[in-house]
Protein backbone atom coordinates (compact mmCIF):
# COMPACT_ATOMS: atom_id res chain seq x y z
CA UNK A 1 0.00 0.00 0.00
CA UNK A 2 -9.35 -0.44 3.14
CA UNK A 3 -12.55 0.00 4.51
CA UNK A 4 -13.64 -1.53 8.04
CA UNK A 5 -17.49 -1.67 6.99
CA UNK A 6 -17.23 -4.36 4.54
CA UNK A 7 -19.42 -7.97 4.07
CA UNK A 8 -17.56 -11.22 3.99
CA UNK A 9 -16.27 -11.79 0.77
CA UNK A 10 -13.56 -13.46 -0.83
CA UNK A 11 -10.81 -11.38 -2.80
CA UNK A 12 -7.74 -11.53 -4.69
CA UNK A 13 -4.82 -9.15 -4.41
CA UNK A 14 -2.00 -7.95 -6.41
CA UNK A 15 1.18 -5.87 -5.14
CA UNK A 16 4.27 -4.25 -6.73
CA UNK A 17 6.86 -2.66 -4.36
CA UNK A 18 8.96 -0.74 -4.43
CA UNK A 19 9.08 -0.72 -2.71
CA UNK A 20 6.63 -4.47 -2.35
CA UNK A 21 3.84 -6.31 -3.38
CA UNK A 22 2.38 -9.83 -2.40
CA UNK A 23 1.52 -13.67 -2.26
CA UNK A 24 -1.99 -14.18 -2.40
CA UNK A 25 -4.25 -15.07 1.39
CA UNK A 26 -7.55 -15.35 2.91
CA UNK A 27 -8.50 -12.04 4.74
CA UNK A 28 -11.97 -11.23 6.36
CA UNK A 29 -12.82 -7.75 7.19
CA UNK A 30 -13.55 -7.52 10.86
CA UNK A 31 -13.11 -4.38 13.71
CA UNK A 32 -9.31 -3.72 13.09
CA UNK A 33 -9.37 -3.77 9.60
CA UNK A 34 -8.36 -6.61 6.83
CA UNK A 35 -7.18 -9.74 8.39
CA UNK A 36 -5.18 -12.57 6.74
CA UNK A 37 -6.07 -16.22 7.76
CA UNK A 38 -4.81 -19.80 7.44
CA UNK A 39 -6.95 -21.84 5.35
CA UNK A 40 -6.44 -25.55 5.70
CA UNK A 41 -8.73 -26.85 2.77
CA UNK A 42 -6.91 -25.01 -0.67
CA UNK A 43 -3.78 -25.97 -1.29
CA UNK A 44 -0.93 -23.20 -3.76
CA UNK A 45 0.01 -26.05 -6.03
CA UNK A 46 2.30 -23.57 -7.81
CA UNK A 47 3.50 -20.22 -8.23
CA UNK A 48 5.42 -18.78 -10.81
CA UNK A 49 6.62 -15.30 -10.08
CA UNK A 50 8.40 -12.67 -12.30
CA UNK A 51 10.48 -10.00 -10.73
CA UNK A 52 12.00 -6.92 -12.76
CA UNK A 53 12.31 -2.96 -12.50
CA UNK A 54 9.95 -2.86 -15.26
CA UNK A 55 7.04 -5.68 -14.74
CA UNK A 56 5.76 -7.93 -11.58
CA UNK A 57 4.18 -11.32 -13.05
CA UNK A 58 3.20 -14.15 -10.79
CA UNK A 59 0.90 -16.74 -11.90
CA UNK A 60 -1.04 -19.28 -9.13
CA UNK A 61 -2.80 -22.54 -9.36
CA UNK A 62 -5.03 -24.17 -6.55
CA UNK A 63 -6.60 -26.73 -5.09
CA UNK A 64 -9.69 -27.21 -3.08
CA UNK A 65 -8.92 -30.49 -1.25
CA UNK A 66 -12.66 -30.07 0.21
CA UNK A 67 -15.89 -31.93 -1.42
CA UNK A 68 -17.54 -28.77 -1.77
CA UNK A 69 -16.96 -25.42 -3.26
CA UNK A 70 -15.53 -22.63 -0.88
CA UNK A 71 -15.70 -19.07 -1.47
CA UNK A 72 -12.80 -16.87 0.29
CA UNK A 73 -11.97 -13.54 0.45
CA UNK A 74 -8.79 -13.17 -1.42
CA UNK A 75 -5.95 -10.23 -0.65
CA UNK A 76 -2.96 -9.54 -2.19
CA UNK A 77 -1.40 -6.78 0.33
CA UNK A 78 0.74 -3.76 -0.92
CA UNK A 79 3.66 -2.45 1.14
CA UNK A 80 2.66 -0.31 4.25
CA UNK A 81 2.48 3.80 3.19
CA UNK A 82 4.85 5.34 4.67
CA UNK A 83 7.33 2.71 3.90
CA UNK A 84 10.44 1.89 6.26
CA UNK A 85 13.90 4.27 5.34
CA UNK A 86 11.67 6.85 4.05
CA UNK A 87 12.93 10.34 4.57
CA UNK A 88 10.48 11.52 7.71
CA UNK A 89 9.76 14.72 6.15
CA UNK A 90 6.49 14.68 4.88
CA UNK A 91 6.40 15.25 1.34
CA UNK A 92 3.55 14.20 -0.96
CA UNK A 93 5.66 13.51 -3.99
CA UNK A 94 7.54 10.74 -2.50
CA UNK A 95 4.22 8.36 -1.86
CA UNK A 96 3.22 6.19 -4.23
CA UNK A 97 0.14 6.11 -6.09
CA UNK A 98 -0.99 2.80 -6.52
CA UNK A 99 -3.64 3.89 -9.40
CA UNK A 100 -0.39 3.97 -11.17
CA UNK A 101 0.59 0.31 -10.90
CA UNK A 102 -1.77 -1.11 -13.26
CA UNK A 103 -2.50 -3.79 -11.94
CA UNK A 104 -4.49 -6.86 -13.42
CA UNK A 105 -5.95 -10.25 -11.94
CA UNK A 106 -6.67 -13.08 -14.42
CA UNK A 107 -8.70 -16.01 -13.38
CA UNK A 108 -8.66 -19.19 -15.02
CA UNK A 109 -7.69 -16.82 -18.48
CA UNK A 110 -10.65 -14.06 -17.29
CA UNK A 111 -10.34 -10.78 -16.09
CA UNK A 112 -11.38 -10.17 -12.78
CA UNK A 113 -13.00 -7.23 -10.72
CA UNK A 114 -10.78 -5.66 -7.77
CA UNK A 115 -11.64 -3.65 -4.85
CA UNK A 116 -9.38 -1.73 -2.80
CA UNK A 117 -9.07 -1.34 0.33
CA UNK A 118 -7.33 1.16 2.44
CA UNK A 119 -6.91 1.18 6.30
CA UNK A 120 -5.20 3.87 8.36
CA UNK A 121 -3.19 2.43 11.00
CA UNK A 122 -1.46 4.13 13.90
CA UNK A 123 0.71 1.64 15.73
CA UNK A 124 -1.36 -1.80 13.94
CA UNK A 125 -4.57 -0.56 15.78
CA UNK A 126 -6.99 0.42 13.01
CA UNK A 127 -7.92 4.63 13.10
CA UNK A 128 -10.18 4.73 10.06
CA UNK A 129 -13.44 5.54 12.24
CA UNK A 130 -11.21 8.44 14.40
CA UNK A 131 -10.03 9.94 10.72
CA UNK A 132 -13.35 9.99 9.59
CA UNK A 133 -14.64 11.62 12.47
CA UNK A 134 -11.99 14.51 11.98
CA UNK A 135 -12.52 14.41 8.24
CA UNK A 136 -9.58 13.27 7.27
CA UNK A 137 -8.76 11.23 4.09
CA UNK A 138 -6.68 8.09 4.88
CA UNK A 139 -4.52 8.61 1.81
CA UNK A 140 -3.63 12.25 3.14
CA UNK A 141 -1.12 13.18 0.23
CA UNK A 142 -3.93 13.20 -2.23
CA UNK A 143 -5.59 15.49 -0.83
CA UNK A 144 -3.50 18.74 -1.94
CA UNK A 145 -5.55 20.90 0.42
CA UNK A 146 -4.52 18.27 3.71
CA UNK A 147 -1.43 20.10 4.23
CA UNK A 148 -3.22 23.51 4.47
CA UNK A 149 -5.93 21.70 6.66
CA UNK A 150 -3.21 20.85 8.90
CA UNK A 151 -1.48 24.03 9.53
CA UNK A 152 -4.76 25.49 10.46
CA UNK A 153 -5.21 23.52 13.48
CA UNK A 154 -4.47 25.71 17.02
CA UNK A 155 -1.71 24.89 18.42
CA UNK A 156 -3.79 22.99 21.52
CA UNK A 157 -5.25 21.02 18.92
CA UNK A 158 -1.84 20.13 17.44
CA UNK A 159 -0.50 19.53 20.70
CA UNK A 160 -3.99 16.69 21.52
CA UNK A 161 -3.86 15.31 18.53
CA UNK A 162 -0.19 14.31 18.52
CA UNK A 163 -0.44 13.13 22.09
CA UNK A 164 -3.08 10.87 20.55
CA UNK A 165 -0.85 9.15 17.87
CA UNK A 166 -2.52 11.07 14.78
CA UNK A 167 -0.14 13.69 14.01
CA UNK A 168 3.74 14.01 14.73
CA UNK A 169 6.47 16.49 15.19
CA UNK A 170 9.50 14.10 13.76
CA UNK A 171 11.33 15.56 11.18
CA UNK A 172 9.52 18.80 11.00
CA UNK A 173 12.43 20.38 12.15
CA UNK A 174 13.89 20.43 9.12
CA UNK A 175 11.00 19.99 6.91
CA UNK A 176 11.04 21.48 3.42
CA UNK A 177 6.94 22.15 3.89
CA UNK A 178 6.63 25.07 6.43
CA UNK A 179 4.36 23.01 8.73
CA UNK A 180 5.12 21.70 12.28
CA UNK A 181 3.32 18.51 12.24
CA UNK A 182 2.84 15.61 10.04
CA UNK A 183 0.49 12.61 9.64
CA UNK A 184 1.62 9.70 11.87
CA UNK A 185 -0.19 7.07 11.00
CA UNK A 186 0.46 4.25 7.69
CA UNK A 187 -1.91 2.83 5.67
CA UNK A 188 -2.02 -0.58 4.13
CA UNK A 189 -3.64 -1.23 1.12
CA UNK A 190 -4.70 -4.44 -0.34
CA UNK A 191 -6.49 -5.25 -3.54
CA UNK A 192 -9.14 -8.08 -3.07
CA UNK A 193 -11.60 -9.88 -5.18
CA UNK A 194 -14.31 -13.11 -4.09
CA UNK A 195 -13.40 -15.98 -5.17
CA UNK A 196 -15.27 -19.65 -5.44
CA UNK A 197 -12.91 -22.71 -5.62
CA UNK A 198 -15.03 -25.46 -6.61
CA UNK A 199 -13.57 -29.47 -5.39
CA UNK A 200 -11.31 -31.07 -6.84
CA UNK A 201 -10.28 -28.23 -9.40
CA UNK A 202 -7.16 -26.72 -9.92
CA UNK A 203 -7.67 -22.74 -10.63
CA UNK A 204 -5.05 -20.37 -12.18
CA UNK A 205 -4.50 -16.83 -10.81
CA UNK A 206 -2.29 -14.47 -12.33
CA UNK A 207 -1.50 -10.74 -11.51
CA UNK A 208 0.58 -8.62 -13.39
CA UNK A 209 1.39 -4.94 -12.51
CA UNK A 210 4.19 -2.60 -12.97
CA UNK A 211 6.24 -1.79 -9.34
CA UNK A 212 6.82 1.36 -8.20
CA UNK A 213 10.70 1.20 -7.24
CA UNK A 214 12.43 3.37 -4.77
CA UNK A 215 15.95 4.78 -6.07
CA UNK A 216 18.39 6.92 -5.19
CA UNK A 217 21.19 8.65 -7.38
CA UNK A 218 24.95 7.35 -5.84
CA UNK A 219 25.88 4.51 -3.77
CA UNK A 220 26.59 3.87 -0.37
CA UNK A 221 28.84 1.17 -1.60
CA UNK A 222 31.15 3.48 -2.69
CA UNK A 223 35.19 2.62 -1.29
CA UNK A 224 35.11 5.42 0.59
CA UNK A 225 31.70 4.75 2.13
CA UNK A 226 32.82 1.38 3.47
CA UNK A 227 34.85 2.17 6.13
CA UNK A 228 31.73 4.90 7.80
CA UNK A 229 30.32 4.39 10.95
CA UNK A 230 28.08 3.33 10.69
CA UNK A 231 29.28 0.95 8.16
CA UNK A 232 25.45 1.14 5.30
CA UNK A 233 27.63 -2.25 3.85
CA UNK A 234 25.27 -3.63 7.22
CA UNK A 235 21.96 -2.55 5.77
CA UNK A 236 22.96 -4.42 2.07
CA UNK A 237 24.03 -7.18 3.33
CA UNK A 238 20.75 -7.37 6.06
CA UNK A 239 18.30 -6.47 3.59
CA UNK A 240 19.59 -7.58 -0.26
CA UNK A 241 22.55 -9.79 1.04
CA UNK A 242 25.10 -7.99 -1.23
CA UNK A 243 28.50 -10.31 -0.74
CA UNK A 244 31.87 -10.03 -1.44
CA UNK A 245 31.13 -10.93 -5.09
CA UNK A 246 28.74 -8.62 -5.65
CA UNK A 247 31.12 -5.97 -4.19
CA UNK A 248 34.00 -6.98 -6.55
CA UNK A 249 31.50 -6.58 -9.77
CA UNK A 250 30.38 -3.39 -8.35
CA UNK A 251 34.22 -2.24 -8.16
CA UNK A 252 35.07 -3.56 -11.34
CA UNK A 253 32.30 -1.08 -13.08
CA UNK A 254 32.70 1.89 -10.27
CA UNK A 255 36.53 2.20 -10.61
CA UNK A 256 39.64 2.27 -13.10
CA UNK A 257 42.41 -0.23 -12.82
CA UNK A 258 44.48 2.83 -10.97
CA UNK A 259 41.86 2.97 -8.11
CA UNK A 260 39.94 6.11 -9.47
CA UNK A 261 36.66 6.68 -9.77
CA UNK A 262 35.63 6.24 -13.55
CA UNK A 263 34.33 9.59 -13.73
CA UNK A 264 32.26 8.30 -17.75
CA UNK A 265 29.77 6.77 -14.96
CA UNK A 266 27.57 7.14 -12.09
CA UNK A 267 26.06 4.83 -9.78
CA UNK A 268 21.61 4.40 -9.49
CA UNK A 269 19.92 2.40 -6.90
CA UNK A 270 16.67 1.13 -7.44
CA UNK A 271 14.86 -1.41 -5.05
CA UNK A 272 11.49 -3.39 -5.57
CA UNK A 273 10.08 -5.73 -3.01
CA UNK A 274 7.66 -8.53 -3.06
CA UNK A 275 5.85 -10.45 0.21
CA UNK A 276 6.12 -14.33 0.02
CA UNK A 277 5.27 -14.65 3.64
CA UNK A 278 1.41 -14.17 2.66
CA UNK A 279 2.15 -17.69 1.17
CA UNK A 280 2.42 -19.45 3.87
CA UNK A 281 -1.14 -19.45 5.03
CA UNK A 282 -2.56 -21.89 2.37
CA UNK A 283 -3.10 -26.21 3.21
CA UNK A 284 0.32 -27.03 3.09
CA UNK A 285 3.96 -25.33 1.80
CA UNK A 286 3.68 -24.16 -2.23
CA UNK A 287 3.73 -27.76 -3.91
CA UNK A 288 6.26 -26.12 -6.99
CA UNK A 289 7.94 -22.58 -6.17
CA UNK A 290 9.81 -20.59 -9.44
CA UNK A 291 11.16 -17.37 -9.20
CA UNK A 292 12.49 -15.58 -12.38
CA UNK A 293 14.81 -12.47 -11.84
CA UNK A 294 15.38 -10.11 -14.84
CA UNK A 295 17.63 -7.15 -14.00
CA UNK A 296 17.14 -5.74 -17.52
CA UNK A 297 20.85 -4.89 -18.40
CA UNK A 298 23.47 -7.11 -18.78
CA UNK A 299 25.62 -4.63 -16.96
CA UNK A 300 22.73 -4.02 -14.48
CA UNK A 301 23.87 -5.48 -10.87
CA UNK A 302 21.23 -7.03 -8.48
CA UNK A 303 21.02 -8.55 -5.19
CA UNK A 304 18.47 -10.36 -3.02
CA UNK A 305 18.23 -12.68 -0.09
CA UNK A 306 17.26 -15.85 -2.10
CA UNK A 307 19.24 -19.23 -2.00
CA UNK A 308 19.79 -20.90 -5.14
CA UNK A 309 19.57 -19.18 -7.77
CA UNK A 310 21.56 -19.36 -11.27
CA UNK A 311 22.18 -17.32 -13.96
CA UNK A 312 19.66 -18.53 -16.71
CA UNK A 313 20.30 -15.85 -19.44
CA UNK A 314 22.27 -12.18 -20.30
CA UNK A 315 19.74 -10.70 -18.07
CA UNK A 316 17.90 -13.45 -15.82
CA UNK A 317 18.07 -15.74 -12.60
CA UNK A 318 16.36 -18.35 -11.73
CA UNK A 319 15.48 -20.75 -8.63
CA UNK A 320 12.83 -23.48 -8.20
CA UNK A 321 11.86 -25.26 -5.29
CA UNK A 322 9.67 -27.78 -4.54
CA UNK A 323 7.26 -27.75 -1.01
CA UNK A 324 8.58 -24.61 -0.29
CA UNK A 325 7.62 -22.59 2.79
CA UNK A 326 8.52 -19.29 2.56
CA UNK A 327 10.16 -17.63 5.86
CA UNK A 328 10.61 -13.96 4.60
CA UNK A 329 9.58 -11.49 2.02
CA UNK A 330 11.87 -10.05 -0.92
CA UNK A 331 13.65 -7.34 -0.97
CA UNK A 332 16.25 -6.31 -4.77
CA UNK A 333 18.81 -4.11 -5.10
CA UNK A 334 19.70 -2.72 -8.66
CA UNK A 335 22.76 -0.85 -9.31
CA UNK A 336 22.89 0.62 -12.47
CA UNK A 337 26.31 2.35 -13.88
CA UNK A 338 24.60 5.07 -15.80
CA UNK A 339 26.36 7.16 -18.74
CA UNK A 340 27.36 10.59 -17.47
CA UNK A 341 26.22 12.00 -20.41
CA UNK A 342 23.09 9.80 -20.53
CA UNK A 343 21.37 6.90 -19.61
CA UNK A 344 20.15 3.64 -21.19
Known amino acids: MMRAA ?72 LPDVPLPGRDPDWHEVAYPDWDDIGMETRVDGKLAGLLRIDIAKVGGVDVDARLKALGWPAVHWKDPDFRARLAALSADDKSALVAEGLLTTDGMADSMTGGDVRPAWT ?50 EHRFCVDEAFVRGYDRKRYLPSGAVDERYFPVENWIGYKLSPGANWRGPIGRFRLTVDKGYPDRLVSLCMNGLTKT ?15 HDLELLFITLVPSEGGY
Open 6 to 77: FTAIAAVLALASAPALANDTEANIAMGGLIFERNDQISMDAEDLYLSLEQVRVRYTYTNHSDAPITLLIAFP
Open 313 to 327: GPTTFEVIKTNYEPT
Open 187 to 236: VSTSYVRTQTFPPGVAVTVEHRYNPLEGGTVGAGLDRDMRDTIPAPNADY
